[in-house]
């Protein structure tokens, strides 16, 4: 039997002890601080429910060590972040986040006194330590680790350690470690966009997110020809379409794989999406056509629509490579029986919110549900309340928010945009709020002003105008631009 060396004991204050950057449970930036650490496990983390047991126990359960290793001449927690980070929060309130406060257990003078100082055990090193981790997460008894959580810990792992020594510390093969690392980097990659609102983000950060159709459809061959991807030695993605054209299509990808949509409760897309189908629409787009009619790109090569070649570098000829065989006909559209064609919406009727802000799902419920010939002012209220809230949501998905605020009046500090500012800033193409000119037209078109005003008179008492002729006419016109930020675009 090997023998330990170089581990201690120590009684610690829980106060003084780093909870883990590295901690596999959670999505970390390298420059994460204490407070956004205890937010992130109290949010994903069931740490709450945790604290609420200690605080029943009377502290502590027995037999549940902390470890800890010293880096940089601080205790940092390897094990127990969860217990650590609920133990800081129950000695010190203060650390609690706002909107946990009200919910957190206060712990009573006894509890706090059998928490001042707990046993840890302190191990040498982070790899002395791996394999003790690898068998409480993954045999009965601590939480165990997420198929998300096992990714990012090899990863992590693999940044200080070989790959061989990996797969030992973790019981499994050097074949399974390399099985892990794409998938996460896919995942990392959607995770580091810049695009989702705090709900959306809180759903990818989820470690109980399924991840797997989104991993699965990286896979097929026919994603990565229409993508023209590839991935380099460390497995991250790269693409020979134009940067902002990959871009805009993984942010789809990652949306229709990996978020709920509010109405199924389940993402758009799953195992069985099939490429063609999925990119029917951007296969009839100029870019679409040109990366199907492009050489693929060499088998292993990490070729990036931003980085060239050593070979373009020295100026030598790049290698030829085979041209790309024509894909075939969609099968979703060849032989599939055509679905019955829904009726067109006079107002609502058909509408659907796709994305993720309870505001615009709760609208979407009572809009399409609501009689606007019998309840012509209340309709036209929801209405009103729908195209507002759908504009705000773009100008914070899309970071123009803080922007648009700048430009309110100096002598208003903290001014609220109205419909008519929204409308003023949104439709301007050069504020970048809508990607589509066509969005922008139908904005500053007089139609949308007209809409706006018979609105308003419906919003401030002013029924003498009630028209249900006027109110479908407006929907009619306002319907594209909701719809189109619903869908999610």
């Known amino acids: 039997m090997a023998v330990q060396t170089g581990w201690t004991t120590a009684e610690l204050d829980p106060r003084k002890i780093q909870l883990d950057l590295l901690n596999p449970r959670i999505e970390l930036s390298s420059k994460a601080s204490q407070a956004e650490i205890r937010l992130k496990l109290l949010k994903l983390e069931e740490v709450l429910e945790l604290a609420r047991g200690i605080v029943k126990n009377g502290g502590l359960f027995h037999g549940e060590r902390v470890i800890t290793v010293v880096e940089d001449d601080k205790q940092v927690v390897l094990e127990g972040n969860r217990r650590v980070a609920a133990c800081q929060m129950l000695l010190s309130p203060s650390l609690i986040p706002d909107e946990f406060a009200e919910r957190f257990p206060v712990a009573p003078a006894a509890v706090k006194a059998a928490l001042r100082s707990i046993s840890v055990d302190v191990a040498p090193d982070r790899q002395a330590a791996d394999p003790i981790l690898q068998k409480r997460h993954t045999e009965q008894g601590a939480k165990p680790w997420s198929p998300v959580a096992k990714m ?199 509408l659907d919110c796709h994305v993720v802000d309870d505001n615009l799902v709760k609208l979407t419920n009572e809009i399409k549900t609501i009689n606007h010939v019998k309840f012509p002012v209340a309709a036209s209220l929801l209405l009103r309340a729908l195209f507002e809230c759908a504009l705000v949501f773009k100008l914070k998905q899309t970071k123009k928010w803080a922007e648009l605020l700048k430009q309110g009046p100096a002598n208003k500090p903290g001014w609220d945009p109205g419909l008519a500012d929204l409308i003023k800033y949104a439709k301007n193409f050069n504020n970048g709020v809508f990607v589509e000119r066509n969005i922008c037209k139908a904005l500053e078109s007089n139609h949308t002003e007209h809409a706006k005003n018979y609105l308003d008179a419906m919003t401030h008492l002013k029924y003498q105008g009630i028209d249900v002729t006027a109110l479908e006419t407006y929907a009619n016109h306002l319907r594209g631009t909701i719809k189109y930020i619903l869908e999610g675009n």
């Open 152 to 350: 990012r810990r090899a990863v992590s792992m693999l940044a200080r350690a070989s790959i061989e020594d990996v797969a030992v510390a973790l019981g499994t093969t050097q074949g399974a470690i390399r099985k892990l690392v794409k998938p996460y980097r896919l995942l990392k990659y959607a995770l580091d966009l810049d695009v989702w609102t705090s709900d959306e983000r809180a759903a990818l950060e989820n470690e109980k997110l399924v991840t797997t159709p989104y991993t699965r459809f990286f896979t097929l061959k026919d994603t990565m020809r229409i993508l023209r991807l590839s991935f380099d030695d460390d497995q991250n993605p790269h693409s020979e379409l134009p940067p902002e054209i990959f871009r805009e299509q993984m942010i789809a990808i990652a949306r229709d794989f990996l978020l709920p949509d509010p109405v199924k409760k389940r993402p758009r897309c799953d195992t069985r999406t099939e490429p063609l189908a999925y990119f029917e629409r951007f296969l009839k787009t100029r870019e679409g056509k040109a990366a199907v009619n492009t050489p693929a790109p060499s088998k292993g090569a990490s070729a990036s629509s931003t980085a060239p070649s050593a070979a373009t570098k020295s100026g030598a000829a790049a290698p030829a490579t085979p041209a790309a065989a024509p894909l075939p006909p969609s099968s979703a559209a060849a032989g599939a029986p055509r679905p019955k064609t829904p009726k067109a919406s006079v107002f609502f009727e058909n």
